[in-house]
């Protein structure tokens, strides 16, 4: 079973900046891409960002340079970094990750984390 944990997430206001953590844990023999998803109420999850294992990353149009995706293979842990955030950057903000146990393939979501950005 692999567990996943986001940490970082809270209150802040417009401009401001929060990195989120989710860290891997378990029976884990090899983890792929990892990314983080969010989902605003009423709204249906949307990707936010991807990496691969050789580091390659992908954003969603809405991110428009502020957020930086990036992971700590030793660690098996992936963030996000935000900046500049604004209101509708509020959110549930989820990761995910791929990879393989020692007798199978997984895909797992971690719990969220809240992100408010509010004045």
């Known amino acids: 079973q692999v567990q996943l944990v986001e940490t970082g997430g809270g209150l802040v206001q417009p401009g401001g900046s929060l990195r989120l953590s989710c860290a891997a844990s378990g029976s884990i023999l090899s983890l792929g891409t990892m990314g983080w998803y969010r989902q605003a109420p009423g709204k249906q999850r949307e990707l936010v960002a991807v990496?691969?294992?050789?580091?390659?990353?992908t954003y969603a149009d809405f991110v428009e340079g502020r957020f930086t995706i990036s992971r700590d293979s030793a660690k098996n842990t992936v963030y996000l970094q935000m900046n500049s955030l604004k209101p509708e950057d509020t959110a549930v903000y989820s990761c995910?990750?791929?990879?393989?146990?020692?007798?199978?393939?997984?895909?797992?979501w971690g719990q969220g984390t809240q992100v408010t950005v509010s004045a």
């Open positions: 990496i691969t294992t050789s580091g390659v990353t």
């Open positions: 995910n990750a791929k990879g393989l146990t020692y007798d199978r393939l997984f895909v797992s």
